[in-house]
Structure formats: C-alpha cells, structure tokens
C-alpha cells in the first residue's frame, strides 16, 4: 500500500455523526495500514469548548466502536499523536485565528479542509480560510452532501467557495461512488464484452435501483427534517448510481472522461414536472412499527421531530431516460428509512425469451436478471433459467454469483477510506463536478416544486416495512414487481 504525502487535515464538524462513525474509524485504518505518514495531522474542529483529551476521548471510544477485534492499543497510541483540537464557531473570526495559527510554518504540505458541517456554513468557513490567508495551492477543501437545499443554494455555494479555491481543488463528495461494489460495477461494465451488447433498450426491460435502510433517522432529526429523503438521499446517491449503470462507456479512465458521460445521462433525464410528478413519484412517512424484532417510534414521535412534519423519509420514482440506449426502459428507484432490510441493490431484468419451448416457472419473466448488491453483502449475481434435474424440461432459476468476501479474501476498504485518500492523491475521479451537481438538482427541483404545489403529504407506511402500498402500485402499473415481491 502507497503511502501517502504527509497532509494536515482539518475536520469541520469533528465531533459530529459523520466524523464520529465514518471519517475518523476510515482514518484510523489508513494509518493502521501504514499509509498515513507519521508527520501527517489530523485536527478535530467544533463549536465545543473541549481539551485535546476530551476529544481524543471521543475518537477513541468510537474507533474501538467501528474496529472492534482490529482496534490495537499500540496503532490508537501513534494515531492519537497525530490528532488535535481546536474550537471553532464559523461565526467567531477569533476562533479562525487560533485554527489558522496552528497551520503556521507547514506550507508546503497538503492542507485538507473538510467540511462535515451544514451546508450554509460552506461558504463562510471557506471565507473565513481566506480571511487568514491559510489556503495554498496545494489546499484542497471537501465538501460533504447535501450541497444546499436546491439548485439555487447550491449555485450559491459553489460561487462562494469556487471564488476562494480552483474546481481542481474542490472535492464533492458522494460517498456511494467510492463503495467496492460502485467500483465493481464499473469493472464489469468496461472489463468484460459479455454485458456490454446487452446493456441497452431491447435487452433490458426494466431497472431497480433501492437503497433500503432499516435504520430510522437516529441522531440526525434536526438535519433530516429540513431535508427528507428526496434531498438526502435521491438527488446525489441514486441519481449517481443511475448514472453509473446508464452511462455510455467513457472513452478513457481520465479524470473528467467518466464526470462527461454521467453529466450526459443527467441532461437525458425526462423532466419530471407539474402533475406527472405526481403520477410517478410516491413519498412516504414511517409510523410506529418493528425493526429487528423491536418496536419503534414513527418518525413524528422521534426526537426533534416537529409533531405535524410532512418530511418524507421514502421516495419512489419512475425515472425515464430520453437516449437511443435507454428510450422506453424505465428505471425505478426507491430509497426510504425504517423499511424492512438494510438492502442497496441495482437490478437489471433482461427480456424474456421471444418463444419458448419449454415449461415456464412462475415469473419467469422476471427471472433472467443481475443483482448487483451493494449492502449488506457485496455480490453480483446472474439468475438464468436451468434444467431442474430429473425426468422433463422442467426449467427453475439458478444463480451465478460472484461473491466478493468468499473471492478475495482481503478485507475492501470502506467507501470514506477510499475517498480520503483519493483527497489526499489528488484524484477527482469519484468526486462530482460543479456541472453534475447543477444538472442533479436541476431534475430534482421540480419534483419537490410539485408536492408542494399539488400538497402531496407522504404516506404512511409502518416501519419495518418496504414502504407504502403505492410504491408497489407504481412499479405494479407497467407489468413489473420489486424483487422483494416477487
Ligand atoms: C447519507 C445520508 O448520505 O447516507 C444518510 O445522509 C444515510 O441519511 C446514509 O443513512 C446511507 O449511507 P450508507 O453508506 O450507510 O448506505
């Protein structure tokens, strides 16, 4: 493994959910790994008043939390020594100063800003950087999602921050396109000639893509409410997944040849507007229900939630897109919390046979698909029709499966772990550029317009579920089941 160039990395929002769960276990790993140099820093930053040992308190517990077995004491005693703190309210210039201070003298090295915080505070921690003149050419800043609320704050954030550092410097994340299996996906797209042939309209009916969580909305009502899962969750993690599977083959693996093609499948999107959005959309709301055998709150009844919320935490939709490779394939998407499994997948049901002359199982046109699972297990399955042995063509469906933990055996990195060190290499293949995210919420704008013109209220569905009754309508109208249901 490469080791990588001695960086100082400044972590806004170091104390809160996604530093605790994700960025600071996916840190610990690379330098338990050997590939964070030992002169390498990394500074927590918050609007808390804490010691450097308070907050290494809290590093700690939660790298013994998420390495379980694979925390050691020796590799938390070096990793610690590279960590600090430092307060910082983005609105207190003086706070800027004590941050910037510590920066002093180490010019000539990476400097990561990334920014875990609410979108609006973007543009003025970025400001406040300039303001003490701590950003180098070689800064880069990382900027998490939600980028704004809609197509005109985020053009708002990207003016701001793109005054202050280069688009070569800007790193947007979606951390979906640094998960193994995203990047499988793409091996077996542009590794193999078997799928391409068959990767277009006249082969394939239909698409899924669901990201299913089980998972309500924890400690992140306040940040959820005001965004819901159209926002949080479609705008940038199906809609990238969407384009990774529709996206025609890019012409090389160069930086920007794969940012083009998935920019062409977002202006190929059909617009959804004024009242198809309410034909093809379904927004839902948890109730009270189970998950793992437990029962849970609804989502009114969860901390911080305003008791009347019309949030929605399920979205379904019928997703068209208007080229010579996908015109008349419909793409269906689904994504909600509190549903039945924690289950991301990407479906590709192909055509049935034009005749047959056999016997044919229930569903059986249904059943000639790929499975690309991402969570919980990351495998690639291919259901075809076989001879059930015995007497008589009886054909069933069989799996050929490629399972990635029972193939290779070495453990895959998370998707932050890769994504980190891409920041630090300067890669920007898996981070989205200006133009895509502008084209996202430009599709995704008008859908929300709608609800709220039409006053769509989500409908419930009762947690542990797959979601409301109308998402199974919506697939159910064009002759097609989710997976699940079949
Ligand atoms: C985040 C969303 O981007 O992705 C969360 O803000 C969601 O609401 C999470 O839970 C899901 O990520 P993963 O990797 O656990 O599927």
Redesign the pocket.
């Known amino acids: 493994m490469q080791l990588l160039p001695t960086f100082d990395l400044i972590l806004f929002g170091g104390t809160g959910d996604l530093a605790m769960r994700k960025l600071l276990p996916a840190l610990y790993w690379r330098f338990a790994c050997g590939q964070i140099s030992s002169d390498s820093r990394i500074i927590g930053t918050a609007r808390s008043e804490l010691t450097r040992e308070d907050y290494l308190a809290q590093v700690r517990a939660t790298c013994e939390t998420h390495l379980g077995e694979d925390f050691s004491e020796k590799t938390w005693h070096d990793f610690a020594e590279r960590l600090s703190y430092s307060k910082v309210d983005a609105k207190n210039d003086a706070d800027f100063a004590g941050l910037c201070g510590t920066l002093e003298g180490r010019e000539e090295h990476i400097r990561i800003f990334f920014l875990s915080t609410a979108p609006n505070l973007f543009a003025p921690i970025c400001e406040g950087l300039a303001r003490h003149s701590v950003v180098t050419p070689k800064s880069r800043v990382v900027l998490e999602?939600p980028l704004g609320h809609d197509r005109a704050s985020s053009a708002e954030i990207n003016e701001r921050v793109g005054a202050i550092f280069e688009e070569r410097q800007i790193f947007r994340i979606d951390?979906?396109l640094g998960k193994e299996t995203v990047q499988n996906l793409l091996a077996l797209r542009f590794g193999n000639t078997l799928f391409e042939p068959l990767w277009r309209r006249g082969h394939v009916k239909h698409v899924q893509i669901t990201?299913a969580?089980d998972?309500g909305v924890e400690r992140?009502a306040d940040f959820?409410d005001k965004t819901g899962a159209l926002r949080?969750?479609v705008q940038?993690?199906l809609l990238q997944l969407l384009c990774i599977i529709a996206m025609e083959p890019p012409a090389t693996s160069d930086l920007d040849a794969m940012r083009d093609e998935k920019l062409k499948v977002l202006y190929s999107l059909r617009p959804l507007v004024g009242r198809d959005v309410l034909a093809k959309t379904v927004r839902g709301q948890y109730k009270a229900g189970a998950a793992k055998g437990q029962p849970v709150v609804g989502y009114l009844e969860e901390k911080n939630v305003p008791p009347n919320s019309t949030t929605e935490t399920f979205v379904a939709l019928k997703v068209e897109i208007d080229s010579w490779r996908w015109a008349g394939v419909p793409f269906y998407l689904r994504t909600g919390k509190r549903l039945q499994e924690r289950q991301?997948e990407i479906v590709l049901t192909f055509d049935d046979v034009p005749h047959s002359i056999y016997d044919r199982p229930d569903h059986a046109h249904a059943l000639n698909r790929l499975v690309i699972q991402l969570?919980p297990e990351e495998y690639i399955t291919l259901t075809v029709l076989a001879k059930s042995p015995g007497e008589g063509m009886h054909l069933k469906p069989v799996n050929l499966s490629l399972d990635f933990s029972q193939t290779f055996k070495t453990r895959s990195l998370d998707?932050y772990e890769r994504l980190l060190t891409d920041v630090v290499k300067g890669n920007l293949t898996l981070f989205m550029r200006r133009d895509e995210l502008d084209a996202a919420w430009a599709w995704i704008d008008p859908i929300r317009e709608a609800w709220e013109r039409y006053d769509e209220q989500p409908k419930i569905y009762t947690a542990g579920t797959w979601g409301p009754a109308a998402a199974s309508a919506l697939i159910g109208r064009d002759g097609f089941a989710w997976r699940n249901e079949l």
């Open positions: 999602k951390h979906y990201v969580e998972l992140r959820y949080d969750m940038n993690h991301t969570q998707a």
